[in-house]
């Protein structure tokens, strides 16, 4: 005996998976991505399989209490056809009477999660924990993709500061700037997640350096080597800015050959500073992810 049971969407399409591997929750749109019937990619693990594999706990508990239901409605239907009024007539005579409810169904709702993805290699749409993942349609990771549009959310941020009042606009622009090195070195960091050596890009310098050293690849090579040094110093900046008030010291003034009488000065960050930081990070962060493909 077969039961047909149909597993909705959300609200808003999606529908919840969970990985038979990792058992980390999360939710994809059918109807978006590759054609076909693909194998379905954990975000989290990679872990592929069929479709079939990735129910979760509740869709399957669902699934068996409608099973149970139905199976249950059909035997009581059954068992009613049998009832029968006792006979007044007769002397002894017996009633059939069924009484009861088919099984309840456990109904379940899928959950909300952080971060909503389309993939621009496949157009899959799907959401996870976190922000950084698999595809669950082609398996390409996210990261590049995620750091481009926080890329993007920067620039916004400064398009804002150019219609606000002077000291609000300092502080926009000042605020770009950490937030454009945070996502390169959210993005690095988690690029490089597999590979066996930790590593940090916050220091663009040092970064270069431990990769170099580590992989043999120069991140530095993707730019020439004024536009290197331009990155390099807009990184010193974002670390004046973090630890030091903004003030200009003699570390500052060391490393990027900036006149000793600036010592002790408010470093100055201009919008075009940032904006030009960012298009010299999407570079390094397509280089890297090209050079060094994540594991």
């Given at each position: 005996m077969?039961?047909?049971?149909?597993?909705?969407p959300?609200v808003?399409g999606?529908?919840?998976?969970e990985?038979?591997?990792?058992?980390?929750?999360f939710?994809?749109?059918?109807?978006?991505g590759?054609?076909?019937d693909?194998?379905?990619?954990?975000?989290y693990?990679?872990?592929?399989g069929?479709?079939?594999?990735?129910?979760t706990?509740r869709?399957?508990e669902?699934?068996?209490?409608?099973?149970?239901n139905?199976?249950?409605?059909q035997?009581l239907?059954?068992l009613k056809?049998l009832?029968?009024?006792?006979?007044?007539r007769?002397?002894v005579?017996?009633?059939i009477?069924?009484?009861?409810r088919?099984?309840?169904?456990?109904?379940?709702?899928?959950?909300?999660?952080?971060?909503?993805?389309?993939c621009?290699a496949?157009?899959?749409?799907?959401t996870?924990?976190g922000?950084?993942?698999f595809?669950?349609?082609?398996?390409t990771?996210?990261?590049?993709?995620?750091?481009?549009?926080?890329?993007d959310l920067v620039?916004?941020?400064?398009?804002?500061?150019?219609?606000?009042?002077?000291d609000?606009?300092?502080?926009?622009?000042?605020?770009?700037?950490?937030?454009?090195?945070?996502?390169?070195d959210?993005?690095?960091?988690?690029?490089?997640?597999?590979?066996p050596?930790k590593?940090?890009?916050q220091?663009?310098d040092?970064?270069?350096?431990?990769?170099?050293?580590?992989?043999?690849?120069?991140?530095?090579?993707?730019l020439d080597?004024?536009?290197?040094?331009?990155?390099s110093?807009?990184f010193?900046?974002?670390?004046?800015l973090?630890h030091?008030?903004?003030?200009?010291?003699?570390e500052?003034i060391g490393?990027?050959?900036s006149?000793?009488?600036?010592?002790?000065?408010?470093?100055t960050?201009t919008d075009a500073e940032?904006?030009?930081?960012?298009?010299h990070?999407r570079?390094?962060?397509?280089?890297?992810?090209?050079?060094?493909?994540?594991?």
């Amino acid at each position: 005996m077969k039961f047909s049971v149909k597993i909705d969407p959300d609200v808003d399409g999606y529908t919840g998976r969970e990985c038979p591997v990792c058992e980390k929750y999360f939710k994809i749109k059918f109807g978006t991505g590759l054609p076909g019937d693909p194998d379905c990619h954990c975000p989290y693990c990679n872990h592929s399989g069929p479709q079939n594999e990735f129910w979760t706990k509740r869709q399957i508990e669902f699934a068996q209490s409608d099973a149970m239901n139905q199976l249950s409605g059909q035997f009581l239907k059954g068992l009613k056809k049998l009832e029968r009024r006792p006979d007044p007539r007769a002397l002894v005579s017996i009633g059939i009477s069924v009484k009861g409810r088919p099984t309840p169904i456990v109904y379940y709702k899928e959950d909300d999660l952080e971060e909503r993805v389309t993939c621009s290699a496949c157009t899959m749409e799907y959401t996870i924990y976190g922000a950084f993942g698999f595809c669950p349609d082609c398996g390409t990771h996210n990261s590049l993709q995620i750091a481009n549009a926080n890329f993007d959310l920067v620039l916004k941020v400064l398009d804002l500061a150019q219609s606000a009042p002077a000291d609000l606009a300092a502080t926009l622009i000042n605020n770009a700037l950490e937030d454009a090195v945070s996502c390169f070195d959210g993005f690095g960091r988690e690029h490089c997640a597999p590979k066996p050596f930790k590593i940090s890009f916050q220091s663009i310098d040092a970064a270069k350096d431990r990769l170099l050293r580590e992989t043999g690849f120069d991140l530095s090579a993707s730019l020439d080597a004024a536009a290197w040094i331009f990155v390099s110093t807009q990184f010193q900046k974002r670390h004046l800015l973090a630890h030091k008030l903004g003030i200009i010291d003699a570390e500052y003034i060391g490393k990027t050959g900036s006149p000793p009488s600036l010592l002790g000065r408010k470093v100055t960050i201009t919008d075009a500073e940032v904006r030009t930081l960012i298009g010299h990070l999407r570079i390094l962060a397509g280089a890297l992810v090209q050079s060094l493909p994540r594991a």
